[in-house]
């Protein structure tokens, strides 16, 4: 049954990338298309860090087994949209100029967050797959608590961003806070 169910899901995940392509066909991304994509795609990567983060909480709660099984294809999801963010800032804004690429990383400390949480998640993609867990066992668990260090520098690169504190990056930061909160309170109890 679950895996009837994870296809709609996958498929509903997919969603706001077939808005963006379907908006870059039909030339509906405004005066900024760049920074449209850029925004959208850092936004989903949010909103994937959140739903991937709130699957054990959600199990706790409702002592029900099949929010773990969509875990594993949520972060995938986070590491998919976080990388169409980065590979839009790296190729269609800067068309791959290392040089200048490399001057942000360094010099704008929110570039730089956002480039370590994504240098971070690479290692959760790799090894997210059945047999990498089997293979890396309890090291797997330990590698995968990098998704609390990278949810931060996600809500700590989208605050450096806006440099004016708005409402939007603070209702994800409460989010974030209260659900690595949660983890912190289950793991004690």
């Known amino acids: 049954m679950q895996k009837y169910i994870k296809?709609?899901?996958f498929f509903f995940c997919l969603l706001p990338i077939l808005i963006i392509?379907?908006?870059?066909?039909?030339?509906?991304?405004?005066?900024?298309?760049?920074?449209?994509?850029?925004?959208?795609?850092?936004?989903?990567?949010?909103r994937f860090i959140i739903i991937t983060l709130a699957m054990t909480p959600l199990q706790k709660f409702t002592e029900l087994n099949f929010w773990i099984s969509y875990r594993r294809m949520f972060g995938l999801f986070v590491f998919f949209y976080a990388s169409a963010h980065m590979m839009t800032y790296v190729g269609i804004d800067y068309r791959f100029d290392w040089s200048s690429i490399g001057d942000d990383i360094i010099k704008k400390k929110f570039i730089f967050a956002g480039?370590?949480?994504?240098?971070?998640?690479?290692?959760?993609?790799?090894?997210?797959?059945?047999?990498?867990?089997?293979?890396?066992?309890?090291?797997?668990?330990?590698?995968?608590?990098?998704?609390?260090?990278?949810?931060?520098?996600?809500?700590?690169?989208y605050l450096w961003l806006v440099k004016v504190v708005t409402v939007?990056?603070?209702?994800?930061?409460?989010?974030?806070?209260?659900?690595?909160?949660?983890?912190?309170?289950?793991k004690f109890n």
């Open 115 to 157: 480039f370590l949480a994504w240098l971070l998640l690479v290692p959760l993609a790799l090894t997210s797959s059945k047999r990498m867990i089997r293979l890396l066992r309890d090291k797997w668990k330990k590698l995968h608590k990098l998704v609390y260090i990278i949810s931060l520098l996600g809500i700590i690169h």
């Open 21 to 46: 392509v379907y908006q870059i066909i039909f030339n509906q991304l405004g005066p900024e298309p760049v920074k449209k994509i850029t925004h959208v795609t850092g936004e989903w990567t949010l």
């Open 7 to 9: 296809i709609p899901i």
């Open 168 to 186: 939007e990056p603070l209702i994800y930061l409460i989010i974030i806070v209260i659900l690595l909160t949660l983890r912190v309170k289950m």
